[in-house]
């Protein structure tokens, strides 16, 4: 299969879409079990936990997520939960925490014009929106690398090395957008002399 193939398929990226989204009450395990339903594909092995009781609770104990209400939660909850599950794919639990804590403290509450439901609808707007330009960036990144060595004889090699350029690029790519998130939240949140960072 060649790779523009391959590249289509590892694009189509599980979501929650909004619409899909219950606006009821669930227990935890219900909570559990539409995650992993609507996420499953986003997993790297079938044995992998999108979530888990454990993860919910450690969540909420390092105030990540606001506490249920007589064990049940809100769609709200449901929404910090999913973009918990994208963050800390890349960032420490500490900047997740920075991250998410003035849209819980600003807008958790339903009284507000924005909701947290607005929100999350427009921000999955965008990033959809951005998909294309993600795949161009990609598939440019892919043919750059296909040309370096192009004097090495042996095709076995060449194509092993052209593989690792593509992956160091990409790990490349992946490293300074990471550097620029940390020092985004690092400007939000300076950092004081403990280690501890701290709002402005």
């Known amino acids: 299969m060649e790779f523009e193939e391959k590249f289509e398929k590892w694009m189509q990226l599980d979501c929650v879409l909004p619409e899909d989204l219950p606006n009821i009450e669930l227990y935890m395990d219900q909570i559990t079990t539409f995650l992993e339903e609507q996420l499953q594909n986003t997993k790297r092995y079938d044995e992998d936990k999108i979530f888990t009781k454990t993860m919910i609770n450690n969540y ?31 960032l420490s639990i500490s900047d997740i925490q920075h991250l998410l804590q003035p849209l819980t403290e600003g807008f958790y509450n339903e009284q507000k014009d ?22 161009e960036s990609i598939l440019g990144t892919f043919r750059k690398a ?32 990471k550097q620029m998130i940390e020092n985004i939240i690092d400007e939000l949140y300076h950092t004081t002399e403990s280690g501890k960072k701290k709002k402005k």
């Open 146 to 177: 296909q040309e370096t060595f192009p004097d090495l004889k042996n095709e076995k090699e060449q194509t092993a090395l052209q593989q690792f350029a593509f992956i160091s690029l990409l790990g490349y790519d992946i490293y300074l957008r």
């Open 60 to 90: 909420t104990k390092n105030h990540l997520l606001p506490p249920s209400n007589k064990k049940k939660y809100s769609r709200n909850h449901m929404i910090l939960l999913i973009y918990i599950y994208y963050l800390k794919n890349f």
């Open 114 to 135: 924005l909701s947290f439901f607005d929100i999350y609808q427009e921000i999955f707007t965008l990033e959809h929106q951005h998909n294309d330009a993600i795949k």
